[in-house]
């Protein structure tokens, strides 16, 4: 599914509609270059969880792993600054994936092992200053179900 956002807070609300499919055990993987807009889509994929609006889901830049607490447990995480598939198997972030976690994960395309079966892709691409692609699918038919009735307007 391709989605066009023309502001911020279109995205925060595509990432609501996303939120509110997921259950635990799902994951997300998130690709598309600096500021293109992945945090503020985890942001509302949060607020679909039921995380409180007021607590302010950044990028985890300096923890890497940030941890939210709403329908189930939120796991972001931001793989930005590691590159060797070496560093992430150190870090044991499988352990983050779980039948009561939701895993959301920017920069995903550095750790393409990571993601169990069915995972949700998304890539945001930026066409101008405001605007966004935004790319969401899954291989996982049940899965695709959900976001396109998720997703329907
Ligand atoms: N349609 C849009 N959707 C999302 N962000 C937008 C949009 N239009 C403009 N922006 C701006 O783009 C920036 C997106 O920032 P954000 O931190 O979400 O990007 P990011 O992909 O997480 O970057 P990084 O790779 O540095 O973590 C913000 O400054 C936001 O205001
Ligand atoms: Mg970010």
Same mark, same amino acid.
């Given at each position: 599914?391709? $989605?066009? +956002?023309?502001?911020?807070?279109?995205? *925060? &609300?595509?990432?609501?509609? *996303?939120?509110? $499919?997921?259950?635990?055990? #799902?994951?997300?993987?998130?690709? =598309?270059?600096? !500021?293109? %807009?992945?945090?503020?889509?985890?942001?509302? $994929? !949060?607020?679909?969880? %039921? *995380?409180?609006? #007021?607590?302010?889901? @950044? +990028?985890?830049?300096?923890?890497? *792993?940030?941890?939210?607490?709403?329908?189930?447990?939120?796991?972001?995480?931001?793989?930005?600054?590691?590159?060797?598939?070496?560093?992430?198997?150190? /870090?044991?972030?499988?352990?983050?994936?779980? &039948?009561? @976690?939701?895993?959301?994960? &920017?920069?995903?395309?550095?750790?393409? !092992? /990571?993601?169990?079966? %069915?995972?949700?892709?998304?890539?945001?691409? $930026? /066409?101008?200053?405001?605007?966004?692609?935004? &790319?969401?699918? @899954?291989?996982?038919?049940?899965?695709?179900?959900?976001?396109?009735? =998720?997703?329907?307007?």
């Amino acid at each position: 599914m391709r $989605i066009i +956002s023309k502001s911020d807070a279109a995205t *925060v &609300e595509i990432g609501k509609r *996303v939120g509110h $499919i997921l259950k635990g055990g #799902d994951a997300v993987a998130l690709s =598309g270059t600096l !500021g293109s %807009g992945k945090t503020w889509l985890t942001k509302g $994929i !949060g607020i679909g969880l %039921g *995380v409180n609006p #007021d607590e302010v889901i @950044s +990028s985890p830049s300096f923890s890497l *792993v940030n941890e939210y607490e709403g329908r189930c447990l939120l796991y972001h995480i931001d793989l930005y600054r590691l590159d060797k598939q070496n560093d992430i198997t150190l /870090l044991g972030l499988d352990d983050y994936f779980h &039948e009561r @976690s939701v895993v959301v994960v &920017e920069w995903a395309e550095r750790s393409p !092992g /990571l993601f169990p079966s %069915g995972f949700i892709k998304v890539k945001i691409e $930026i /066409l101008d200053d405001n605007e966004r692609a935004i &790319e969401i699918d @899954s291989d996982d038919p049940a899965i695709s179900a959900r976001l396109k009735k =998720g997703l329907a307007i």
